[in-house]
Nanobody, 113 residues
Framework: QVQLVESGGGSVQAGGSLRLSCAAS?????GGWYRQAPGKQRELVAS???????NYADSVKGRFTISRDNAKNTVLLQMNSLKPEDTAVYYC??????????WGQGTQVTVSS
């Protein structure tokens, strides 16, 4: 079992930045961030393997950076050049070493034009 606690959401104007943090209760394998806008399906934003290999949605490439600190069991998402279309609830996701998938409670990100 892995508990995930997210922080760092908020409201910014277009062009601004936010940094999301996800703290896991214990070591995780794959970590990632998803988002869900009103009326839309949840989508992958970025993911990172234990060794640091990353994957990004095309819509955020060049603007968002995912990273992790394995010693602290944290996964970070640095979001720059935010756009109104980035507005969504952002969820941390993690896979345990046993293969289970776990979700955080979600944090709201609102970008105004």
């Amino acid at each position: 079992q892995v508990q995930l606690v997210e922080s760092g959401g908020g409201s910014v104007q277009a062009g601004g930045s936010l940094r999301l943090s996800c703290a896991a209760s214990n070591s995780i394998n794959l970590g990632g961030w998803y988002r869900q806008a009103p009326g839309k399906q949840r989508e992958l934003v970025a993911s990172i393997t234990y060794r640091g290999s990353t994957n990004y949605a095309d819509s955020v490439k060049g603007r968002f950076t995912i990273s992790r600190d394995n010693a602290k069991n944290t996964v970070l998402l640095q979001m720059n050049s935010l756009k109104p279309e980035d507005t969504a609830v952002y969820y941390c996701n993690a896979f345990s070493w046993a293969g289970g998938s776990f979700w955080g409670q979600g944090t709201q990100v609102t970008v105004s034009s």
